[in-house]
């Protein structure tokens, strides 16, 4: 019994002595008469636990490594107090979440770049930069050709805490631009022109990134991208967008006829050009822009008359409906401007009317010239200009092509390709998926079937009896996606 005894008194002992050396070693590692330090920042993330940083972006959780951490009362960043979490500091570690909203250097250089904590017995301070977002360069504008001394100006976004900018080629060579301003917006820069440059590439080197653009000491060709309609109507505004619309001097339709620069508008941005068609090419073609780096033209086919189905002059006809009428615009009132003629649906269908302004048509399809038998119907689309005058409340459209009553597009609402919304006061170009409208699998199929139907149907499937219809249609036209 006495060895017993002894035995569980020797292991009491020594549960004694550990915890009272746990007590001591835990006295040593919060001992509040040393001072905190904070000795690196690290991400929270387990896979990246080892990686220490000296910058972050906003709302990124970090984790603040140090020593003596014990009895933290405030944090800042930035000399901007933050909100913390007590249950997530220890004496080696506080995890915090940068705010959103902090006060950067970016725009307000007179603050710290670091982050500060207060403890119960003193203050650790660490260096550490909380990065602005990275610049963007749209375009640059310049009086061609660049020479030594000239001002250049870059727009763009973000030119925040800007490091350096020069002009890079493609061999490795860099002439910095030494003299420059960044505007209070951080959205431009001007700088003037150094001696030496090259044709390659102009960049920006930020704290946060860098960014690029290219960049020629002569006007680059302009290039043409896209454009509001392949079929404008004649006389409304219409635009191209592109880049290099440097000094343009006219554009050239389809060999036809050009349009003088004085008769165009384009963006600051040089890479928008506003017109109006004075009248209708008689042929499909190229739009040609001519600019001070030379001309270009259309990679797609514009004004494509053959892919017409129903234009309403020498291309299909109307053949019977109801709440309708031709319209031939005459500049004074809705819809202003029209190709020709161009068919209107108006009045009011009053509550639940499913048979009502209707719009039935003779079409004349494009043939299999145009179009090849073997398009898949999947790369096809009824396109067609719309302009709608009155909201349209709970109408809508049931449209449908060659007869085919059992495969029609149903409680359609007009929006514009461009934007995808559906405009008020301005005609709209409007695409809708061929394969809404037929089962086949390619053009050939569709053109064999035997009706030439194109109809439009207006209803209302709602109580609300107050609604307006008042809306125009013109050019109605097959596309291939693919090509144009």
Known sequence: MKAIYDNNRFILLVFIAFIMLSMLSCSRNNDLTMPPEITHIRLTDPEKADSTFTGAFPGTMIAIVGKNLDGIQKIYINDQQIGFNANYCTSTSAIISIPANLLLTGTNPDLPNEIRIETSHGEARFNFHIYSPAPQISRIELNYPAKAGEKLSIYGLNFYEVKKIAFETA????????????????????????????????????????????????????????????????????????????????????????????????????????????????????????????????????????????????????????????????????????????????????????????????????????????????????????FLNEPLATATFDLQLKGNGDKMVSDYVPRDRNSNKTNLGKWMTCDILLNRFTTVADYGSFAAIASSELSIFTKNKADNANVKVDIYFDNFRIIDTSKN
Not at 283 to 303: C, D, E, R
Not at 305 to 332: F, K, Q, R, S
């Open 171 to 386: 061999t490795g060579g860099s002439v910095p631009a030494t003299e420059y301003e960044v505007g209070k917006d951080y959205d431009k820069i001007e700088l003037k022109i150094p001696s030496g440059i090259q044709d390659g590439r102009l960049a920006v080197y930020c704290i946060t990134d860098s960014v690029s653009i290219a960049f020629t000491t002569n006007v680059s060709p302009p290039i043409i991208k896209s454009w509001s309609s392949d079929m404008p109507i004649v006389g409304d505004q219409a635009f191209i967008t592109g880049v290099n619309f440097i000094n343009v001097t006219k554009l050239n339709i389809n060999g036809e006829f050009d349009i003088p620069s004085e008769d165009l508008m384009v963006a600051k941005s040089q890479d928008t050009i506003y017109y109006r068609l004075p009248k209708a090419p008689i042929k499909s073609g190229t739009i040609t822009v001519h600019a001070a780096g030379g001309q270009s033209n259309s990679t797609k086919l514009f004004y494509p008359i053959e892919n017409l189905v129903l234009n309403w002059d020498e291309i299909g006809h109307y053949e019977w409906g109801d709440n309708n009428m031709p319209v031939m615009a005459d500049g004074t009132k809705p819809p202003y401007f029209t190709a020709g003629t161009a068919y209107r649906i108006f009045g009011s269908p009053g509550a639940w009317q499913y048979w009502w302004g209707n719009l039935s048509n003779k079409g004349n399809y494009p043939t299999i010239t145009t179009i090849p038998a073997n398009t898949p119907i999947s790369s096809l689309v009824l396109r067609f200009e719309c």
